[in-house]
């Protein structure tokens, strides 16, 4: 017997609305609820836990035949999950915590898992990805879809599936960054203490910083790298002249400085529409006539991709993405010669910051942005920072280039937010990238649905215990360097046979060359092998339609359903559970166009020419009840970014430009 | 969230401040007309509640409408001046704190503590045969310069070290423009309120300093002096004690609900 029923359970509270709940959760058993962050799940956790506020209206049946919930919010740690609950529910857990309280507390919930049922509420899907447990995605007030968290990569038919999947990686890459030059910012051995009490009679005072120094250069961003109370905004508002430094001395260009709260909600007054507040940076400028006021406005506006007419509204009616891209707009309307950007996207969910970050590398080219980043989170400052600061206990203990840091960190604190990944310890395809990037000399733009596709494998791999039902089986995936420099390039990937999506428009639909294929492992001696282990996707496949939701898609990928002749494959480097190894035959494009000009096609597996493969019957092509939901608004400013990033391939081999997140670690 | 205020809290401030209203008119027009002139020996004394008298007289033949009508206006003049001085001190100072040390501890301060102080300081300024009026004036002003100081102190903090106030000062308004736009607009319902709760308090002080007879002088009219002159002969003539005892107390208690009315249309709005 089910331990929670839900049938046909709805519940509404304020503006958040959820319907039409069908949900069985067996005990000792692990789910993971998905959606975004907009306060529906965790009302629907509330729900289940009993803990509905005043005012909250249920509806339809919620059964459950234990005895003792456990609620957990992201405040709780490892010591609050006990073991006589019979159903734990975890809302967003740890989520804003420090990576190691969070991974204790993911680790204790798995443990618990074995006695109880758990249910994980979050935006965060990497979190159930990397965990490796089913997943149900709860959009617009309602479940949509249950499945194991790697299948859905392969189901990308709902347009809020993709959201959050896209959601999973940070991914930006800069187009024609200004040239760095001249220092407009020195920071001199300055320190900042914070006195409690009394003078002499209190206590010692705080520490907040000491002895920073650094210089940020015109046209250069900056990223500073800490944990929660670092001293990151500390330095960001003494940088600003917020506050005064307790020794030391801060040399900065004279004019505007543009400024971004973590909070968007607590940086607009709430009592006055955003557009009042956006004008204010204009009002130092006196000689401005109002049409060039109107116009800077509507600029800045439309550079974070939103409509000039929302400014109108005031903060309380916009979502916190977009009220944060707000913020970013409100800083760049008085055009500041240095921005400073504290942790933005601490309060959005990991789809809402992958869109500010895509927004903020757009700007930062058009307006030629000078900026500091700070944020507790690598993929953030990597994903837009020229070099880094690692900030700890009010110090800089590093800096370097994103890469360096990544590649080679010095301090364990650098280890460790550099490498801040979810229980249990997944293996990513980093290895077979980072050979890529040596063996190139280049950072070479890594098609990002490609990285997708074989981090989807190896999380298969990861999963600590089968899916009873669900048949693992090995594949190989293959780098070969030089075939990634020349576009096209490839990687390979052997495993199993039914197709997988990588996201990206099949290249049928495309007139480019054809790629590269490389279907023997052992003919590439020199490549470097790395193997990860598939799970079987499903036999069902949905039609991807759209283009790949990803802003500024450098490439695309194509996983071509191919079973080898001989499904022969090299022993794995790693011992992976693998009882059938089965090869499947990955391959990535490099194909920028294809991201602006795909049309909707239906995809058909593709049928390389000259390699010793065969094709797989066609894979039946299901006809979703769900409407393909339109493309996204944004859908022309993606095509516009496809361009642009064509563009900077084809004008420059600026690869080293690229930003990408191959760790695909850290986001959210 | 939303910037609408919830409607209770509106019809609450709207309800106490139309009370108090009300009774502050009355009190002012007492200045040009009363029933009977509120002028002792004018009537029989300790005249029935009748037609004539709608609460009777006192024992000295005084129209007892006439006389509370006077005596309000006295007690609140009193009070509001007294709060006034509190909040002209407080305020400045309050902003003060505020701005150098952030938000202190007490987020709600319990105006009914001022009670006992301003008692105490009533009681030595009567020792010290201050002119009563001043001691009264000087016992309710002082703790309520000390609360105003607190008060506004909560007010001010978190406004002052929002954000959005940050943000303003960084788009070039300074703190003066910041201020204008955005902090004056927010604090002021708090602001508000806060003077509300004091003069409700002061009033409460008032009627009993001058009950206790370290108030008002004794040929003085307040409504303190009118519960103490009254209740000689609370016996015969509940009246005299019951109603300036109730002009004070609805009083307090309207200038109460129009400032957590006020509060509530706030609430949710930093």
């Known amino acids: ?668 | 969230m939303s910037a609408t205020p919830p409607p209770r809290g509106r019809l609450q401030a709207g309800s106490g401040v139309a009370l108090a209203a009300i009774i502050a008119l009355l009190a002012l027009i007492s200045l040009v007309w009363t029933p009977h002139g509120g002028v002792p020996g004018s009537a029989t004394a300790l005249a029935e509640p009748g037609a004539a008298h709608w609460l009777g007289t006192d024992q000295t033949g005084r129209d007892v409408v006439s006389a509370l009508m006077s005596a309000t206006l006295t007690s609140l003049l009193l009070a509001w001046f007294a709060t006034l001085v509190s909040l002209v001190v407080g305020i400045p100072l309050g902003t003060l704190l505020a701005a150098r040390l952030g938000p202190g501890a007490t987020r709600q301060l319990v105006l009914i503590g001022i009670l006992p102080a301003a008692l105490c300081l009533g009681a030595i300024f009567g020792g010290l045969r201050l002119q009563t009026t001043l001691s009264v004036f000087l016992a309710i002003g002082l703790p309520g310069a000390i609360a105003a100081t607190i008060g506004s102190r909560s007010i001010m903090a978190p406004v002052l070290a929002a954000e959005y106030v940050a943000a303003a000062r960084l788009a070039g308004l300074g703190w003066l423009g910041a201020g204008q736009r955005h902090v004056v607009p927010m604090v002021l319902p708090g602001l508000i309120a806060l003077g509300l709760d004091l003069l409700a308090a002061a009033l409460l002080i008032e009627v009993t300093l001058s009950f206790a007879g370290l108030g008002v002088d004794g040929s003085g009219l307040s409504l303190g002096t009118m519960l103490r002159d009254g209740q000689q002969l609370a016996q015969a003539r509940p009246l005299l004690v019951v109603a300036p005892g109730a002009v004070a107390v609805v009083t307090a208690l309207a200038l109460l609900m129009a400032a957590s009315g006020l509060r509530e249309t706030r609430r949710g709005i930093a």
Do not use: W
Not at chain 1, 41 to 65: H, Q
Not at chain 1, 549 to 566: C, K, Q, R, W
Not at chain 1, 579 to 598: F, H, N, W
């Open chain 1, 1 to 668: 017997m089910a331990l929670l029923e839900l049938r046909g359970f709805g519940v509404g509270f304020g503006a958040t609305r959820i319907s039409g709940i069908d949900l069985t959760v067996e005990p000792a058993s692990m789910l993971a609820v998905v959606g975004r962050g907009d306060g529906a799940t965790s009302l629907l956790a509330l729900a289940i836990a009993g803990l509905l506020p005043n005012g909250a209206k249920a509806e339809g049946r919620l059964s459950f035949s234990g005895k003792r919930v456990l609620y957990l919010d992201r405040e709780s740690d490892a010591a609050a999950v006990l073991a006589d609950a019979e159903l734990i529910v975890a809302d967003e857990p740890g989520r804003g915590r420090d990576p190691a309280t969070q991974l204790e507390l993911l680790t204790a919930l798995q443990a618990a898992s074995r006695t109880a049922a758990v249910i994980i509420f979050t935006a965060d899907f990497r979190l159930a990805l990397s965990m490796g447990l089913e997943v149900a995605v709860l959009a617009n007030g309602r479940l949509l879809l249950r499945a194991p968290a790697s299948q859905i990569f392969e189901l990308p038919q709902y347009d809020t599936v993709r959201h959050l999947v896209g959601g999973e990686r940070l991914r930006t890459r800069t187009m024609m960054r200004p040239p760095i030059g001249e220092p407009i910012l020195e920071v001199d051995g300055v320190s900042r203490t914070y006195r409690r009490g009394l003078p002499r009679l209190g206590p010692p005072p705080v520490e907040a910083l000491t002895g920073i120094g650094f210089a940020v250069r015109q046209g250069e961003v900056v990223g500073v790298l800490g944990p929660a109370a670092a001293g990151k905004t500390t330095l960001l508002r003494l940088v600003a002249g917020l506050d005064k430094p307790s020794a030391g001395r801060i040399g900065r260009r004279p004019g505007l400085v543009g400024y971004v709260f973590p909070d968007p909600r607590k940086a607009f007054n709430p009592t006055l529409p955003v557009g009042v507040s956006l004008t204010e940076p204009l009002r130092v400028e006196q000689t401005l006539l109002v049409e060039e006021q109107a116009d800077r406005l509507v600029d800045a506006v439309r550079a974070v991709g939103l409509a000039p007419e929302l400014l109108a509204r005031p903060p309380g009616a916009f979502g916190m993405g977009e009220l944060q891209r707000m913020a970013l707009a409100r800083a760049l309307v008085g055009r500041p010669g240095l921005l400073l950007l504290d942790d933005p996207t601490a309060c959005l969910d990991p789809a809402e910051a992958r869109e500010f970050l895509v927004y903020l590398t757009r700007v930062r080219a058009d307006f030629g942005l000078t900026a500091i980043v700070a944020s507790r989170e690598f993929a953030v400052v990597k994903a837009v920072a020229d070099r880094l600061l690692v900030l700890e206990a009010g110090h800089i203990v590093e800096g370097g280039k994103p890469g360096e840091l990544s590649d080679a960190p010095q301090q364990e604190i650098t280890r460790r937010l550099v490498s801040m990944r979810y229980p249990p310890p997944v293996r990513h395809a980093d290895e077979p990238v980072k050979a890529l990037d040596e063996q190139a000399g280049l950072a070479v733009v890594v098609a990002a649905a490609a990285l997708t596709a074989v981090e989807q494998l190896t999380a298969g791999a990861a999963r600590a215990e089968p899916v009873p039902g669900a048949d693992q089986v090995a594949a190989t995936v293959l780098v070969d360097a030089e075939a990634v420099v020349a576009a096209p390039s490839t990687i390979l990937a052997d495993g199993p046979t039914p197709p997988l999506h990588g996201g990206g428009p099949p290249t049928d639909s495309v007139a480019e060359p054809e790629p590269a294929l490389i279907s023997e492992p052992a003919a590439r001696p020199d490549a470097e092998p790395a193997q990860v282990a598939a799970p079987a996707p499903e036999p069902e496949l949905i039609p991807e339609p759209e283009p790949e939701p990803t802003h500024n898609l450098s490439a695309t990928i194509v996983i071509a359903p191919v079973v080898l002749a001989e499904p022969e494959v090299p022993a794995p480097a790693e011992p992976v559970a693998t009882p059938e190894p089965q090869p499947l035959l990955a391959e990535i494009v490099e194909d920028v166009a294809a991201a602006s000009t795909a049309a909707a096609d239906e995809p058909a597996p593709l049928r390389p020419e000259g390699s010793e493969v065969q094709t797989p019957p066609e894979p039946e092509v299901q006809s979703s009840a769900e409407p393909i939901a339109p493309p996204s608004g944004d859908g022309a400013d993606e095509a516009a970014e496809g361009g642009k990033a064509q563009a900077a391939v084809d004008g420059t081999v600026d690869a080293a430009g690229s930003i990408d997140d191959p760790d695909g670690k850290t986001a959210g």
